[in-house]
Structures are given as structure tokens and as C-alpha cells.
């Protein structure tokens, strides 16, 4: 979500945008970042370029990728519906610790993933200057 923010946030630039720099500038692994970007890629969110030059680039513009989309993704559809610790059976009768929690607000947290965007959440954190570094 960090590397998508640093290029929604990119004032508008549709450039390919170099793996290695967004790994460094972010402080991301190389290769875990290339592996989820690669995942978005073939989800069609991104499109990505080989060579001196190349990189990733949106497929789509950022305000046309709702974060539920990246979501969707990386975690499955199902992310909003199924146990957050990942436990087969977890429900009411066979509960795990997390289970209440994320029955109260799974459903307000996916609402607010379908309805804002790549584009509000990049412009928000640079007019608030809010930092995607660790």
C-alpha cells in the first residue's frame, strides 16, 4: 500500500516508476516489493516495463483503484468475510481471540475500503505531508 501511495502521490507523473528507487526510497525489501507489485500487475492494477527506464506504472488512474481493489489482491476477496488470524471455523460457537474485534468493525473498515480511492488517500498524505517511511 506504501509503494501504491508514493506513486498516486507523485503529482500526477504517469512515468514508470523504478522498482529499486520506490524499494529504497520506502525502505522495502527488493524483492518482497517486486513480488507484490508482480501480484498487482497481473491483476491488471498496474502494467510494468523491463529495461534502463522501466518499472510499474497504474493501469488505470488512482482514482479509479478503490483500495478494496488492492486488497482484494494481496489478501483475497474474501479478507472482509473470513477470520483475520486466517483460522479455518472460527465463529460465534468456535471463536478466535480476535474474532469480536473484527466482527465489529469489518464491516465499517470494508465500506470505507470501497469508497476511497488510490488518488484521495495519495493526495491526503501529501497536503497533510504524512510520511510513508518507517
Same mark, same amino acid.
Given at each position: 500500500?506504501? #509503494?501504491?501511495?508514493?506513486? #498516486?502521490?507523485?503529482?500526477?507523473?504517469?512515468?514508470?516508476?523504478?522498482?529499486?528507487?520506490?524499494?529504497?526510497?520506502?525502505?522495502?525489501?527488493?524483492?518482497?516489493? !517486486?513480488?507484490?507489485?508482480?501480484?498487482?500487475?497481473? #491483476?491488471?492494477?498496474?502494467?510494468?516495463?523491463?529495461? @534502463?527506464?522501466?518499472?510499474?506504472?497504474?493501469?488505470? !488512474? @488512482?482514482?479509479?483503484?478503490?483500495?478494496?481493489?488492492?486488497?482484494?489482491?494481496?489478501?483475497?476477496?474474501?479478507?472482509?468475510?473470513?477470520?483475520?488470524?486466517?483460522?479455518?471455523?472460527?465463529?460465534?460457537?468456535?471463536p478466535c481471540p480476535m474474532h469480536a474485534?473484527?466482527?465489529?468493525?469489518?464491516?465499517?473498515?470494508?465500506?470505507?475500503?470501497?469508497?476511497?480511492?488510490? #488518488?484521495?488517500?495519495? !493526495?491526503?498524505?501529501?497536503?497533510?505531508? $504524512?510520511? $510513508?517511511?518507517?
Amino acid at each position: 500500500m506504501r #509503494a501504491l501511495l508514493y506513486m #498516486a502521490g507523485r503529482s500526477g507523473e504517469q512515468n514508470f516508476v523504478s522498482i529499486r528507487e520506490m524499494s529504497e526510497h520506502l525502505n522495502i525489501s527488493f524483492h518482497f516489493l !517486486t513480488k507484490i507489485l508482480q501480484s498487482l500487475t497481473q #491483476a491488471e492494477l498496474l502494467i510494468s516495463y523491463r529495461g @534502463p527506464s522501466g518499472g510499474v506504472a497504474f493501469n488505470r !488512474t @488512482p482514482d479509479q483503484i478503490l483500495l478494496s481493489d488492492v486488497v482484494h489482491v494481496l489478501e483475497g476477496s474474501d479478507f472482509f468475510d473470513t477470520c483475520l488470524l486466517g483460522l479455518p471455523g472460527c465463529g460465534r460457537a468456535n471463536p478466535c481471540p480476535m474474532h469480536a474485534f473484527w466482527q465489529e468493525i469489518r464491516g465499517s473498515l470494508k465500506e470505507k475500503f470501497e469508497t476511497i480511492s488510490l #488518488a484521495e488517500m495519495g !493526495t491526503t498524505a501529501q497536503q497533510r505531508s $504524512l510520511r $510513508l517511511i518507517p
